[in-house]
């Protein structure tokens, strides 16, 4: 699979040399909504990370608690809480990577739609505080819908002067751990040799997930390709419907998240061999959002895996089509929303 979780290759400047010596810890991440249903636990997996030395826990509420908690696990990143948005700039300082999964979530019957006018107002006060205190630091954006979010996010980060297309993600890693695990359950497989690539963006059609793609290579039958690909661009709904009002997917979200950023350091790092799924600034298609795989390094984006485009089945090319107006709604009215 090109998706690597060991450390491999490691960066002179920050390596130790020795062979099965881990490496330091020198890597600042925020996390902005840290006390939330998915804030709580991703916190958690990031202060398990050994490439963390600084984790800043930011919310308008109860953070407290949570970063006295964390402080007490035994690993290097030191934990430090950020309260209400007097305290937001002093938590963004010198920080190298931000996520975000501020907001409000889903209750059935609603549509990730629904949660723009709260949400995309919290996004773009939020990312207007990292053009102005970490304006090179990646951005990783959790909160739905994220087909809108970052749109917002970018018109926001060139308002400023700061936007940096390379740095600026969706994170859309739920999609593919979702995939990998539901194909590996069809097909018999073992998980950790699971690859499936998705595409597009994050929302009901908009998620399209290349089955053609999987790795390792495998044979679907027309239903099992309809079925998998409804599975998969429900599977949030498949949640939101068991927790019955509870809310949104958060543990498998903030596994999916502490991948993405774990992925994101190790390319920070120097790793010349990261690529993720992510929806980024793209020119693959006529969208100027699209998610598709890149390679992750040093700087952000540094390539886009263009064949997971090309020699699409007809199920898929017509999945593309299908999702581009909606889409490209969705792109629009983010923007629209940054500049009125
Ligand atoms: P939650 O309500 O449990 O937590 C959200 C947190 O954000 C709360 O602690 C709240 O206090 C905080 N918050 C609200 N306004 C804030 C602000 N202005 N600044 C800082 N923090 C603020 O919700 P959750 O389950 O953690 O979900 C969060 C978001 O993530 C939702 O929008 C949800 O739809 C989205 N989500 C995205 C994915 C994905 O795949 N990208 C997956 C799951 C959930
Ligand atoms: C998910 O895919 O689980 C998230 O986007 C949350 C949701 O609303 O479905």
């Known amino acids: ?31 902005l909504g840290a006390a939330g249903g998915i804030g709580q636990p991703l916190s958690l997996l990031i202060k398990m990370s050994p490439l963390v030395s600084h984790l800043n826990l930011y919310d308008i509420a109860n953070v407290k608690g949570v970063v006295a908690d964390l402080s007490h696990c035994n690993t290097p990143a030191q934990v430090a809480g950020f309260t209400g948005p007097e305290e937001l700039g002093d938590g963004l300082k010198g ?33 207007e505080a990292v053009a102005d205190n970490c304006p090179n630091a990646w951005i990783h954006i959790i909160s739905n819908p994220v087909n809108s979010m970052v749109p917002i996010a970018a018109e926001v980060l060139k308002k400023k002067g700061v936007y940096d297309p390379k740095k600026l993600f969706g994170v859309t ?14 097909k018999g497989l073992r998980l950790i040799e699971v690859d499936v690539p998705v595409i597009g963006g994050h929302a009901g059609i908009t998620i399209l997930p290349l089955l053609s793609k999987t790795k390792p290579a495998c044979e ?26 509870a809310g949104s997917a958060t543990l498998s979200m903030a596994y999916a998240s502490a991948r993405f950023v774990e992925s994101s350091l190790r390319a920070l790092d120097g790793d010349s061999d990261v690529y993720e799924c992510t929806y980024v600034q793209s020119e693959l298609t006529e969208l100027p959002y699209f998610a598709s795989r890149v390679k992750l390094g040093k700087k952000g984006v540094e390539g886009f895996a263009t064949s997971d485009l090309e020699n699409l089945s007809p199920f898929e090319k017509e999945g593309l089509e299908k999702l581009k107006p909606e889409l490209k709604a969705s792109i629009d009215k983010g923007i629209a929303f940054a500049n009125k």
Do not use: C, W, Y
Request: glycine share 6%; no cysteine; hydrophobic share 45%.
């Open 95 to 127: 920080v190298d990577l931000v996520v975000i999964p501020a907001g409000v979530p889903r209750k059935p019957g609603m549509t990730r739609d629904d949660l723009f006018n709260i949400n995309a107002g919290i996004v773009k006060s939020l990312v």
């Open 1 to 31: 699979s090109a998706l690597r979780h060991s450390p491999r290759h490691v960066s002179a400047r920050r390596s130790i040399s020795r062979p099965g010596v881990a490496r330091a810890a020198v890597f600042k991440v925020a996390v």
């Open 173 to 186: 890693t739920l999609d593919i751990v979702r995939a990998n695990t539901f194909v590996a359950e069809k």
């Open 220 to 245: 679907f039958t027309q239903e099992e390709i309809e079925k998998l690909t409804d599975r998969i661009q429900n599977g949030g709904t498949e949640v939101v419907e068991a927790k019955a009002g």
